[in-house]
């Protein structure tokens, strides 16, 4: 029994798209209806949960006539606009039939490293959950771009996790959970614990999933570590075993289990060392270094040496010392073309540091 899981009040459920459809790309209407059946019954039993779902792009296949999923980003969200329709309508069918109402929450990556996008999808998820609202949450995959992709929904549920400080992760997949070698062998052995990520370097997870999805094992146990160390326990487990999430939240051996590695920190900053792809990079001298390191200050214009990349205010930097090693990341003030005019100064009145220590993450 994993007693540690019978306490989860608050707890995220990812689903993918080759859970969600049958062989042939349509729908899965029956899936939809027992999933929202399941997350109903722990519903009444206190637990709070937000349903982060894939599986637009595969609902826009047979109304498109494509025969697969698309590989160009235009297409890409074409279908992902016509399909996200499809979804929450079987949604919206399937827990209105248990009187659950439930609220469509589209995000990209820039909503988690942004502050006005992070507080406004922090918010917008937290008043949904006092309202008693369900919230099924999915990419924006209408206007993302390769610059702003998460990549697959594994990721983007670790980080809704942060989001709202979950117990529980749990993401559902078409496999049990994880083998010590390809599930198909019949060697294999289902992984019912993992203390330490270090230990499945030798496993060959595949970075690809279905020919429906984006994900892949590889990116679960990615988002095992963003989830991990925000303090948020994973659970990776078949989306098509019976009554698998009572079940999980009862302390059932199910699955793969992942306990959380490290002490819930500042969402925000977690959010800054995992969810953004750095632009680029800012150079510093050694005393700027030593006070960030050591005395947690912000970085101050006196201190910079120099920048590489193209970014603009807000994007996420990393932040070098004067080996050329990366020691920090986060949040700058200054876009690239601005950093030239202001390094080696003090700030002035009406001035403004190059990173806050509010958003500034050592690594």
Request: net charge positive.
């Amino acid at each position: 029994m994993r007693r540690e899981l019978a306490g989860a009040r608050r707890v995220v459920v990812k689903i993918g798209s080759s859970s969600l459809t049958h062989r042939d790309g349509h729908l899965d209407d029956a899936q939809v209806r027992g999933l929202a059946g399941q997350l109903a019954a722990v519903r009444r039993k206190g637990v709070t949960t937000v349903l982060v779902s894939s599986g637009a792009i595969a609902a826009a296949l047979d109304p498109l006539g494509m025969r697969r999923r698309p590989t160009d980003i235009a297409t890409l969200q074409a279908a992902a606009s016509v399909g996200q329709g499809i979804l929450m309508h079987a949604y919206q069918r399937a827990f209105a039939r248990r009187k659950i109402q439930v609220g469509q929450v589209l995000l990209t990556q820039d909503d988690f490293v942004r502050r006005k996008g992070y507080l406004n999808a922090h918010n917008a998820l937290e008043r949904l959950l006092e309202l008693g609202v369900l919230p099924i949450v999915n990419e924006n995959d209408t206007v993302a771009v390769d610059e702003i992709r998460f990549g697959d929904n594994d990721r983007l549920a670790a980080l809704v996790a942060m989001m709202i400080r979950a117990d529980l992760l749990v993401l559902l997949s078409d496999v049990d959970g994880v083998y010590t070698e390809h599930p198909a062998k019949h060697t294999a052995q289902l992984l019912a614990r993992v203390d330490d990520l270090s230990h499945l370097e030798h496993l060959h997870l595949g970075k690809r999933g279905s020919s429906l999805g984006s994900g892949g094992m590889a990116s679960k146990v990615e988002a095992v570590r963003v989830a991990g160390a925000s303090g948020t326990g994973v659970v990776i487990a078949n989306a098509r075993a019976e009554g698998m999430l009572e079940r999980i939240l009862a302390g059932e051996e199910l699955g793969t289990f992942f306990p959380p590695h490290r002490v819930r920190g500042r969402s925000r900053k977690l959010w800054i060392e995992f969810a953004g792809n750095s632009r680029g990079m800012i150079t510093v001298d050694p005393g700027a270094k030593t006070a960030m390191v050591e005395r947690g200050t912000s970085l101050l214009p006196v201190g910079v040496t120099g920048h590489r990349g193209s970014f603009a205010v807000g994007d996420a930097v990393e932040v070098a010392g004067p080996d050329g090693a990366v020691f920090a990341k986060g949040i700058t003030n200054y876009a690239a073309d601005e950093i030239d005019g202001i390094k080696g100064a003090r700030i002035t009145e009406g001035g403004r540091e190059v990173i806050h220590r509010d958003s500034l993450v050592i690594l």
